[in-house]
């Protein structure tokens, strides 16, 4: 995890001789058999990407297809994808042209033709200025997909994506259409639109997670390592940043042997100790001259708000350069769904069921944000991936920030919470406008008085206790909040009533809401 030069992961392990011997016999079944027990599996080592070797294509039986002439270049599918299955670019119309004229000739570039929109943004728009339109084309990787459906639901009103059941044909198609995707040239910087953040997974160098994960279909977590890679590596380069990772979902997913969806150096730490970790490697690192490397510290919220809260207390404490991303799922998921301190009161999970004697979680949740304002001089967001602007802000200003810095990021586990594999961007949304996940960013820079520091924007009714839909005027609390998920449904009643129980909870939204505001200079002390 050292430099560009010193420590590169090519010195520690040979990639090419990793990837076809120990990956190419994993992939045709036979590692059991083959494989001698060697140095690199003795050193715990993984080859970097190694993920982009797996294929994921029998998983699910449908896949998403593009309806070119309904979209829009907005990104969001190619953001919210947590496996790197669907990918844009844009090509000049010349260089699409040339392209697509030297295919041979029993290929048909109708077929990659219509992979492609003649978008306002990136055509219209440069075409009025006198310059080159770009054609947008999104492209799958049908070797990634599982088939969640979560770019379909971000899709939303667009309508320019839809699931399609796979055949033996369109797979062999797809792969042909990715393959081209591989072979073109990449998006030209200036239809690269950089006040527009989506764009930035337009850059090659901001894909530093190539997929090929073992995380769940649609899975909350790797949409939010996604877009924290591709935010630090658009701006710094993907040699400018290491990962240190505590034991939990992401390093399960992240590692099983020999898959490793990281271009970037990355080490998996015990669950409790990963602040511990991330001190000494920024030590080693400031004492060998890297102190631009960025250094992000990953953990789920047991392993930041739990076992391991007084290692992240003394990071925050030390002052030192250390990004730190929490993946706040409410539960342990790597260990079945057991409640953690940032489990909500009244939901049900493993260790804190839901029965006659006890109704849930009877615990109210620890607010990790709140909680690490409170140390000097510490950055802190509270964000999620489906506030696509609010994140990648939260992402590039802790990577600017000076000191330690900490963005606490909701992650919908659908499993545990009981929701659908396309929702996790939509019950991310929700959580904020109930209350449940206020967003926000404290900046220690901004003044000396936390309502200068604090700042709300991107929540529904900043002044208001909840958020009522324009349309319907009905208000969006967090007993409407969890009617959505099924790790709430035993605190209803028949006829739909809630419990007292989950009317305690919503107290303690609120009351955690208020909180808020106040410490942002809305409501009188």
């Not at 995380?215 to 710094?236: D, I, P, Q």
């Not at 799922?329 to 493993?350: E, R």
Request: net charge neutral; hydrophobic share 40%.
């Amino acid at each position: 995890m050292n430099g560009e030069k010193s420590g590169t992961m090519e010195e520690f392990i040979n990639v090419a001789d990793f990837n076809e011997r120990i990956v190419g016999t994993y992939n045709a079944g036979t590692a059991e058999e083959e494989l001698p027990a060697d140095l690199d599996a003795a050193r715990s080592l993984i080859a970097p990407g190694t993920g982009t070797l797996r294929d994921f294509s029998y998983i699910a039986p449908e896949m998403p297809r593009l309806i070119a002439e309904k979209c829009v270049g907005c990104m969001e599918c190619v953001v919210a994808c947590p496996d790197t299955a669907i990918l844009g670019r844009v090509v000049s119309k010349s260089t699409l042209e040339k392209k697509l004229a030297d295919l041979p000739s029993e290929v048909d570039s109708r077929i990659l033709k219509s992979r492609f929109a003649e978008t306002t943004k990136y055509f219209g728009n440069p075409e009025k200025k006198g310059e080159e339109g770009g054609y947008f084309g999104i492209f799958v990787d049908p070797t990634k997909c599982k088939g969640c459906g979560e770019c379909v639901e971000v899709c939303g009103d667009h309508l320019a994506l839809e699931m399609i059941r796979k055949t033996p044909e369109n797979l062999d198609e797809y792969r042909r259409a990715f393959a081209f995707f591989r072979a073109l040239p990449p998006t030209p910087e200036r239809y690269i639109q950089e006040k527009v953040l989506a764009d930035m997974m337009l850059a090659d160098r901001s894909l530093l997670f190539v997929g090929g994960a073992g995380s769940c279909m649609g899975c909350g977590e790797a949409t939010g390592l996604r877009m924290m890679l591709a935010a630090t590596g658009f701006v710094y380069g993907p040699n400018s940043v290491g990962l240190v990772a505590a034991t939990g979902c992401n390093t399960v997913y992240g590692s099983t042997y020999p898959y490793n969806p990281f271009l970037v150096p990355w080490s998996n730490s015990l669950f409790e100790n990963v602040a511990t970790l991330a001190m000494g490697v920024r030590a080693r690192w400031d004492q060998m001259g890297y102190r631009d490397k960025k250094l992000w510290a990953i953990g789920g919220d047991g392993a930041m708000l739990d076992i391991g809260f007084q290692a992240l207390s003394r990071l925050f404490m030390s002052g030192m350069n250390v990004n730190v991303i929490v993946l706040d799922t409410q539960v342990y998921s790597n260990t079945g769904g057991q409640t953690s301190t940032s489990s909500f009161l009244g939901q049900d999970a493993k260790m804190s069921m839901i029965g006659s004697a006890q109704m849930g979680k009877l615990e109210r949740r620890k607010e990790l944000g709140n909680i690490a304002m409170m140390h000097p001089d510490v950055y802190v967001a509270q964000t999620t991936p489906a506030h696509i602007n609010h994140f990648y802000r939260a992402i590039m200003t802790a990577n600017e920030y000076p000191g330690p810095a900490l963005v606490n990021v909701y992650s919908t586990c659908q499993p545990e919470h009981g929701v659908a594999d396309d929702q996790s961007f939509e019950q991310a949304r929700m959580a904020v406008d109930s209350r449940a996940f206020p967003i926000f960013i404290h900046d220690p820079r901004k003044g000396p008085r936390l309502q200068d520091r604090l700042s709300l924007q991107g929540n529904p009714a900043q002044k208001e206790d909840w958020y009522k839909n324009p349309k319907t005027g009905e208000i969006f609390d967090f007993v409407a909040f969890a009617r959505t998920e099924r790790r709430f449904a035993k605190q209803f009643k028949k006829d739909g009533t809630p419990s007292e129980t989950l009317l305690k909870a919503q107290e303690d939204r609120l009351s955690n809401w208020r909180l808020l505001q106040e410490l942002a200079g809305f409501r009188a002390k």
